[in-house]
């Protein structure tokens, strides 16, 4: 079983639709989790980190249910330039270092 | 700034051929990583560095070598390349360890 895993879509959303992506973990001793967004054939960059307490920023909010080992991506109002590949990224102890783990994926597309 | 700088952007080899990919950051990171990305594998970590001089393997290091001589900079090297190491490459660094990182633009690689 992959440590991080996620579904790969594609999600196909008109704009102005909400969508929610989870990502499902199965180290419970994993530290924290990212969400980084990926555009196509580009790298990935920071969209947010995940907090136990959940954060939100602007129209993206991120949720962690530690209880059930997944957390979740919620993007309101969709736009079309949020058309990307969004990668969970979660973070372990492994020993006395920490090791970051990706998952392979959620493709967004953002329609008209 | 221009943050973390790869070079080449592509490059195709023969099999048997050698290449190094090169990695330059200007935001006085510590920690500096080698990826590959491949369809449905998420990414995985190559090779790794805690600072200068210092080197570590990662998940997937067979056939590759990296050496940081100086802090800024963290060169990949394939000796003898393979047609199973066609993949993209990204460089990424961080301030502190399997924390958030920055990514280059990253290097398409093609073995033949």
């Known amino acids: 079983r992959k440590e991080v895993e996620q579904d790969p879509g594609p999600f196909n959303v008109p704009e102005g639709a909400t969508v929610a992506f989870n990502c499902t973990y199965s180290?419970?001793?994993?530290?924290?989790f990212f969400w980084y967004r990926q555009d196509c054939r580009k790298e990935p960059k920071l969209l947010m980190s995940?907090?136990?307490s959940g954060n939100e920023d602007g129209r993206f909010t991120a949720q962690l249910n530690r209880a059930s080992q997944y957390i979740s991506l919620l993007i309101r109002d969709s736009k079309l330039s949020d058309s990307a590949t969004y990668l969970c990224?979660?973070?372990?102890?492994?020993?006395?270092?920490?090791?970051?783990?990706f998952g392979t994926g959620t493709r967004l597309q953002v329609t008209l | 700034n221009a943050g973390v700088t790869q070079t080449p952007k592509f490059r195709v080899l023969k099999t048997g051929q050698s290449m190094t990919l090169l990695c330059a950051q200007d935001?006085?990171?510590?920690?500096m990583y080698w990826y590959r990305q491949d369809p449905g594998m998420g990414l995985r970590l190559i090779h790794y560095?805690?600072?200068?001089?210092?080197?570590a393997k990662g998940e997937v290091p067979d056939g590759y070598n990296v050496s940081r001589l100086k802090k800024q900079n963290f060169l990949l090297g394939l000796e003898s390349a393979a047609p199973s190491q066609t993949s993209v490459y990204f460089c990424?660094?961080?301030?502190?360890?399997?924390?958030?990182?920055?990514f280059g633009a990253g290097s398409r690689l093609t073995v033949l």
């Open positions: 990424a660094s961080s301030f502190y360890g399997a924390n958030v990182l920055t």
């Open positions: 180290n419970s001793a994993s530290q924290s």
């Open positions: 995940v907090y136990s």
């Open positions: 990224v979660g973070r372990y102890l492994t020993g006395t270092a920490s090791k970051l783990t």
């Open positions: 935001m006085n990171h510590e920690y």
């Open positions: 560095s805690v600072g200068e001089g210092t080197t």
